[in-house]
């Protein structure tokens, strides 16, 4: 909910701001990239996997306040985009349960591995590429 308010006071400020006209049929703002993501996505797993598995409490690690920023950005963006697509597919009435960092690691993986291969993509929405990578890792995991 809290993510969801902030987006829409950044969305609004954003398109305040702007003195462009309606998008053209076919156009729609993007306000975080598939390659801004993916630039921001590249230091989640130095911070947050450094030995290859998940940080355990009292674990150490040498990072870059940057890398912690581009870390933080990234995770909070795709938990936004991965909460409202499970609002949407299954509704607000629910008992909430918390889920896994694990989970993220292969999100991340997918999401970069996809913007890496569709370079032609870059600058379309980090959430319909975020979609797209999640539909490559549901058809990987079902195999």
């Known amino acids: 909910m ?15 701001g702007q003195t462009r006209n309606e998008p053209k049929k076919g156009e729609r703002p993007v306000f975080m990239s598939a390659e801004r993501l993916a630039s921001m996505c590249q230091d989640w797993a130095a911070v947050r996997f450094p030995n290859g598995h998940p940080l355990a409490e009292g674990d150490t690690v040498t ?7 581009h870390a933080v950005g990234c995770e909070m963006y795709i938990q936004g985009v991965m909460d409202e697509g499970l609002e949407t597919t299954l ?3 629910y008992h ?3 889920s896994e960092i694990g989970g993220m690691k292969a999100s991340i993986d997918t999401f970069l591995k996809y913007v890496k ?3 032609e993509q870059h ?18 995991q079902s195999k």
């Open 2 to 16: 809290f993510i969801r308010i902030l987006v829409t006071i950044l969305v609004s400020i954003t398109l305040l």
């Open 123 to 140: 600058d379309f929405a980090a959430s319909t590429i975020l979609d797209e990578s999640e539909k490559v890792l549901s058809k990987a």
């Open 91 to 93: 509704g607000s009435h």
């Open 96 to 98: 909430p349960v918390q």
């Open 117 to 119: 291969d569709h370079p």
């Open 63 to 69: 990072v870059s306040h940057e890398q912690i920023i």
